[in-house]
């Protein structure tokens, strides 16, 4: 009974570098979201992305991040040209149904900048 | 948007006590309120959630209860442990599915 599965748990990247994180939802699901967490603060929402569509990402900054879902595979966060603003933990979610569903989350990548 | 205030962000109490968390939200288009447990270093763990059409659920030593007219709802934690000891968060969202969060509250029960 796997849960959602991310990776790296901890990335460290150099100012300018691309930073890539995967998601793989819990079996079954097909919704998948992305938030992002600063140091003492709360879960801000990103991006909700069904298998190969974007349905919501007005949470994500226009600029050098984008997401995907493919057919086949996790889903991706791609972090272009880091910056130091963009340490943080990275949380995905996983849900079954598209509606006021149950979101489970995996436990992160912690996403630092040099 | 929707803006979701919770209150207290730390909260100590004595083991065997209740705690008791509480979360504001400002569109009444919100029909979901889960609650979250995050442990150190973990991701949010789901642990109660309330939909809009009920008034209260309970769950063992956990309870949630909901006021829509005056759009609060709050987290009640009985018989606490030490095991409580973690970061809560609640959570407003309507049919978009984009939850919007509160800023945490830090519980840590004293044994």
């Known amino acids: 009974n796997a849960g959602v599965m991310q990776n790296p748990r901890h990335l460290v990247r150099r100012r300018g570098q691309e930073a890539r994180l995967r998601c793989s939802p819990m079996?079954?699901?097909?919704?998948v979201y992305w938030y992002r967490q600063l140091p003492e603060e709360g879960l801000k929402f990103m991006v909700y992305?069904?298998?190969?569509?974007?349905?919501?990402e007005s949470g994500m900054p226009k600029e050098r991040f984008s997401a995907e879902f493919p057919k086949e595979g996790p889903s991706i966060l791609r972090i272009q040209q880091v910056v130091r603003g963009d340490s943080a933990a990275y949380f995905c979610a996983s849900s079954s149904l598209g509606v006021a569903r149950e979101q489970y989350f995996g436990p992160g990548t912690r996403l630092t900048v040099t | 948007g929707e803006n979701v205030e919770q209150h207290p962000s730390t909260l100590s109490v004595q083991e065997g006590d209740s705690a008791v968390i509480k979360c504001t939200y400002s569109d009444s288009a919100s029909n979901y309120f889960p609650w979250y447990k995050q442990e150190l270093g973990k991701g949010p763990q789901l642990i109660i959630d309330i939909r809009s059409n009920v008034g209260e659920k309970k769950d063992q030593r956990i309870a949630v209860t909901l006021n829509k007219t005056a759009k609060h709802f709050s987290l009640h934690i009985t018989e606490t442990q030490p095991e409580d000891s973690a970061v809560y968060f609640c959570?407003?969202?309507?049919?978009?599915?984009?939850?919007?969060f509160g800023t945490g509250t830090s519980l840590t029960v004293i044994p």
């Open positions: 992305l069904q298998k190969e569509n974007i349905i919501d």
């Open positions: 079996k079954g699901h097909s919704h």
């Open positions: 959570a407003a969202s309507e049919k978009s599915n984009q939850f919007y």
